[in-house]
């Protein structure tokens, strides 16, 4: 089984940075896409941002271009998702997600394992 658990989430400011991790451990299927979304509360989970093995990215939505930065360390198991210029619109809970192969992976449902979530609050 795949553990992913996300860290990073806080209350920020308008324009504030914020970067989030997430670290795999388990059997981690390699190799393997990862992926982030995130969910406000009374909406449904939308896509964020993926990147897979081989660092080949793709992101969700204009809300996060120019904004967002999707990597990997070094050490493959740990991923980030760097985020600038936040927004109070940007207040959501963030998870990261594991879908073993090499492909980029827009939709929820291809994801077969889930962090619990970070929290990540921006006030105006």
């Known amino acids: 089984q795949v553990q992913l658990v996300e860290s990073g989430g806080g209350l920020v400011q308008t324009g504030d940075s914020l970067r989030l991790s997430c670290q795999a451990s388990?059997?981690?299927?390699?190799?393997?896409?990862m992926g982030w979304f995130r969910q406000a509360p009374g909406k449904e989970r939308e896509f964020v941002a993926c990147?897979?093995?081989?660092?080949?990215?793709?992101y969700g939505p204009d809300f996060v271009k120019g904004r967002f930065t999707v990597s990997r360390g070094k050490d493959k198991n740990v991923g980030y998702l760097q985020m600038n210029s936040l927004k109070p619109e940007d207040t959501a809970v963030y998870f990261c997600?594991?879908?073993?192969?090499?492909?980029?992976?827009?939709?929820?449902?291809?994801?077969?394992?889930w962090g619990q979530g970070t929290q990540v609050t921006v006030s105006s």
């Open positions: 997600a594991h879908r073993a192969g090499g492909g980029l992976y827009r939709q929820a449902l291809a994801y077969n394992y």
């Open positions: 388990g059997r981690t299927f390699n190799p393997y896409t």
């Open positions: 990147i897979n093995w081989n660092g080949d990215t793709t």
